[in-house]
């Protein structure tokens, strides 16, 4: 089965290929511009998991108070291209994006966003500055999936769901930056896009 016969393996393909295209970005310029990164890979502590919990807690409650506002503003449908391609099977893609996100997505846009693009920022403009600009880039680059997903770009439940994810990545920057532990960051971000993926499935099921 080729590409253009599967959505839904177009974008299990395409998006991995993405995934793994920031990682390249990443480790390039990091070849020729070094950032100091602090990956700290160690086997978590109890003050880490304080943070683990803490920092999803907030990005919970970020994301409900955004849907609040938003709300107030209109509707509108705000469907990415995870959602789109699950469409075919669900189970299958969702599981299949579940393994991804904890082994690939979740740890591959930290270590870029986090720590090289927050990283370089942070040496420029301070650490206040750094999360403020990387997370709205972090909001941004999420944009081609709704539209890969069939949604209207101009629609107030796609720009509520990029803010929404502006403000997820405000708290991971916060949390890197208290931390200095990309790998706490990357567990946040793994468990809050499994929540998503679950609660997807859920609806679907």
């Known amino acids: 089965m080729g590409l253009g016969d599967s959505f839904a393996l177009t974008f299990l393909v395409g998006g991995g290929l993405a995934t793994l295209w920031f990682a390249v970005v990443g480790v390039v310029y990091l070849r020729f511009r070094p950032v100091t990164i602090h990956y700290d890979l160690r086997w978590p502590v109890l003050r880490d998991g304080g943070w683990i919990l803490g920092g999803l807690a907030a990005i919970i409650i970020a994301s409900l108070l955004t849907e609040i506002v938003v709300s107030q503003f209109g509707s509108g449908s705000a469907t990415n291209i995870s959602n789109a391609a699950a469409v075919e099977n669900p189970v ?67 720009w509520g769901a990029v803010v929404s994810i502006a ?21 946040i971000h793994g468990l809050v896009n499994t929540i998503g993926i679950g609660l997807a499935l859920l609806a679907f099921l």
Request: without cysteine; glycine residues 12%; aromatic residues 14%.
């Open 167 to 187: 403000a997820t990545g405000f708290i991971l920057g916060y949390v890197y930056e208290r931390t200095n532990s990309l790998l706490t960051v990357s567990i």
């Open 92 to 158: 299958l893609i969702y599981s299949v994006f579940l393994v991804g996100n904890l082994l690939l997505i979740a740890p591959i846009e930290e270590f870029l966003f986090r720590g090289v693009i927050q990283g370089r920022l942070r040496e420029w403009y301070g650490a206040i500055t750094a999360i403020t600009i990387t997370s709205i880039g972090f909001g941004l680059t999420h944009i081609p999936s709704y539209w890969f997903g069939g949604s209207d770009l101009l629609s107030v439940g796609v």
